[in-house]
């Protein structure tokens, strides 16, 4: 097998490696909301557990990505998929890390509390329905390499921002009204803020696409 082709073999096992990892944190991503919006002590406890996993796969891609670098000296389109890779999978562990943060909190709170009529539970459940859709989005492209996707997915999280600034507000406001909820809506203010940061993790994943299809940071 000649140089080349033993260099595209590698790199196509790290492009699945790739896609492992990100299959693993997108199930990480679903079981977080399930844990915070059933209350799912159990589950929780799981994600925490899980995200160990996630380091790991960080560290075992990085170590591969180097070593292309390092002794197949790669040509200037195939050095820049290796660094969005190498970037992007620091993006993925930190989503691993802030799943772990959300479902920390979500033990705080007390046993039926989201079970009550709490005006802002729904905005919290469709903010975390389209961060779980920007993920599997750009997961997607990690093969179908869409352009114009990736774009739609960057200009996306502005409207992530502006539902966290919305929910952000409907605590506080709750929080002044009843002060025995001010424990809950300060563990929901931590939890929609990492499902924010989440988000742009994924921004960041969208744009290190691009620039691999592009050249252009």
Not at 131 to 148: C, G, H, I, W, Y
Not at 196 to 212: P, Q, V
Request: proline share 1%.
């Amino acid at each position: 097998m000649s140089p080349r082709r033993v260099f595209e073999k590698e790199l196509e096992d790290l492009r699945l490696e790739m896609i492992k990892m990100g299959n693993q944190v997108e199930t990480l991503v679903a079981n977080t909301i399930e844990a915070v919006t059933e209350q799912n002590k159990e589950l929780a406890k799981q994600v925490i557990k899980s995200d160990d996993l996630i380091d790991e796969m960080e560290v075992e891609i990085e170590k591969k990505c180097v070593s292309l670098i390092t002794h197949q000296q790669p040509i200037a389109r195939d050095l820049r998929l290796i660094m969005s890779m190498l970037k992007s999978v620091t993006d993925m562990e930190r989503i691993g890390d802030h799943c772990e943060d959300i479902c920390t909190y979500s033990l705080t709170l007390e046993d039926g509390v989201w079970t009550k009529e709490i005006a802002y539970k729904r905005h919290i459940e469709k903010m975390a329905t389209h961060v779980r859709e920007m993920l599997s989005r750009t997961l997607d492209n990690f093969m179908q390499k869409d352009l114009d996707k990736l774009k739609e997915i960057c200009e996306y999280d502005d409207k992530i921002d502006e539902e966290f600034t919305k929910i952000f507000k409907e605590i506080t406001i709750e929080m002044s009204k009843n002060s025995e909820f001010v424990p809950s809506g300060a563990a929901y203010i931590m939890i929609v803020k990492y499902l924010e940061r989440i988000a742009d993790h994924i921004t960041n994943i969208a744009e290190w696409l691009i620039y691999n299809l592009t050249g252009e940071l």
